[in-house]
């Protein structure tokens, strides 16, 4: 017979994750009334919040506020967090699962799509999770260094996280240096030579990804504004088809052609219809070649991409490939390589018996922040019903098994350099005190050495 949910202990559930959707998920676990419920989250870095601290642009500072979300959930009673430790490498999937009712992992998308096309590996050509984690602090790219003595970057993609990387290329650094990217990032884009930077799309310009928002303020931002070729915005194939927000942008994109750049140091190029065939150069990136297209337009109202067989070079030293994030597979769970996801069903991993997803390893690397809530909400519902139905069961520990007491020690055998919320806080404050003294939001510490040291010296770290 299935147990009933609201019987026995709490149900004991590890986020893996500290992104929005691993919060979310958090929440979603603890509010609900029903079943009560323990959560403990795991974050291979020491600092929380994913992508709000180490994807979302430093100067969009408003986005980020949501992490004041994620505080008031991490001050549940029952939510611990533990930071600087890694699922697959400190701790296996078996151990967690041995030890907790459920484990709903929530790591996002490590990596990024590839082009696939020759001279994509020379020096000079970058993936923009590379250039996204090196301006943000993220530790695991403190080390990398990119070549911003050229005129020209390209960046490869339509969508906003092309936009953001443009933006900080352009940006001044007097407007840079009030947000808080990290030291390193500021002094080379402070020192960087890139006057132009090109975002080309191989669609048309009522295809691109961005929203209106980041397109329209792109102005604002730069130095000299932005430049659309007139010809690439004309009347659209299926036009009266587009969607508002394709409409929206192409009436800014329209805005854009109508008024030339101004004369200054930096713009952004946006350039449509055009496929990167090649990037060439003698050791080092010098060109990328394109192949023009034309647009097609489907019997169901698609706008495709066609060849016209005309060429293009482009003279560049750095290129930017922004072409999408990609999961990738983990701990053994099954892995859906088309879409690069963790195989699942409505969170539910796939063939597993308490093993759940949420956010961009679930669904892909696709949606705003807020897109993370419900889809990290449908998972815990799917849980829920598991439990109800029986085919979650909790393990059986027996009345001496103390939760709060074992996971602690087990934990500091496995990594005795353990972050706690109390430690994150520390780092937290250490970070936005130093921001206060130079007009900052704050200033990042990158290297984890630098984050232990602050969080390690005075947090305390004992069971709940
Ligand atoms: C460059 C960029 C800019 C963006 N800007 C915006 C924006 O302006 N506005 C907006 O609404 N959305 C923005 N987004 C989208 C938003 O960031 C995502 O929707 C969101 O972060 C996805 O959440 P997630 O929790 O699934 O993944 P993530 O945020 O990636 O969180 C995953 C977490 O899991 C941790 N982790 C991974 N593997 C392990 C492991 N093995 N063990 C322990 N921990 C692990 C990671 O360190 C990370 O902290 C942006 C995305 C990118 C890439």
């Known amino acids: ?95 967690l699962t041995a030890r907790y009712d459920a484990v709903l992992y929530a790591v996002g998308t490590q990596t990024d799509r590839r082009l696939g ?28 260094s990119f070549d911003l003595s050229g005129e020209r970057a390209v960046v490869i993609g339509a969508g906003n996280v092309a936009l953001d990387v443009a933006r900080l290329l352009c940006s001044p650094a007097q407007r840079l240096g009030r ?41 604002e931002f730069t130095e000299s504004g932005v430049d659309v070729d007139p010809a690439e915005v004309g009347p659209q194939p299926g036009e009266e088809a587009l969607s508002r927000a394709a409409k929206r942008n192409l ?5 854009y052609a109508d008024t030339p750049a101004a004369p200054g140091r930096r713009r952004v190029a946006l350039r449509f219809q055009r496929t990167p065939l090649e990037i060439r150069g003698d050791g080092r990136v010098e060109e990328v070649v394109f192949a023009r297209n034309a647009l097609t337009v489907g019997e169901d109202g698609w706008v495709g991409a066609v060849d016209t067989g005309e060429r293009e070079t482009v003279p560049a030293n750095l290129v930017l490939r922004a072409v999408g994030y990609r999961g990738v597979a983990f701990g053994g769970l099954p892995f859906d390589e088309r879409r690069g996801v963790i195989a699942n069903e409505r969170g539910r991993v796939t063939g597993a018996e308490r093993e759940y997803v949420a956010g961009w390893i679930k669904r892909g ?5 807020g897109t993370n809530r419900k889809c990290a909400a449908e998972t815990v519902a799917r849980l829920f019903a598991d439990l109800a139905e029986g085919s979650l069961r909790r393990h059986d520990r027996g009345v001496a098994f103390d939760h709060d007491v074992e996971i602690v020690s087990w934990l500091l055998e496995r990594q005795p350099h353990l972050v706690t919320e109390e430690g994150w806080q520390l780092i937290d404050a250490a970070e936005r005190a130093a921001g206060a003294a130079s007009g900052r939001p704050r200033v990042k510490l990158v290297l984890t050495d630098e984050l232990l040291d602050i969080a390690l010296e005075r947090q305390s770290v004992t069971p709940r």
């Open 1 to 95: 017979m299935a147990p009933s949910p609201r019987a026995g202990k709490p149900l004991i559930v590890a986020v893996v994750g500290s992104g929005p959707s691993g919060f979310y998920a958090a929440s979603s676990l603890l509010e609900q009334t029903a079943v009560p419920v323990r959560v403990d989250m795991f974050e291979r870095l020491a600092t929380p919040w994913g992508l709000v601290r180490s994807g979302v642009a430093p100067d969009h500072p408003k986005i980020k506020t949501v992490s004041g979300v994620y505080e008031q959930i991490a001050a549940h009673a029952n939510f611990r967090f533990f930071g600087n430790v890694h699922i697959g490498r400190d701790i296996t999937r078996e151990e």
């Open 117 to 144: 096309i020759p001279g994509e590996d020379l020096p000079g050509s970058v993936s923009a999770v590379d250039f996204v984690g090196w301006y943000n602090g993220h530790p695991e790219y403190a080390d990398f």
């Open 179 to 219: 947000t808080d990217i990290a030291d390193h990032a500021l002094t080379a884009l402070r020192d960087s030579s890139i006057t132009e930077v090109m975002v080309v799309g191989r669609r048309g310009a009522a295809q691109a990804a961005f929203t209106t928002p980041e397109l329209r303020e792109l102005p």
């Open 251 to 255: 009436a800014v994109l329209r805005g």
């Open 365 to 369: 690397p696709t949606g705003i922040i």
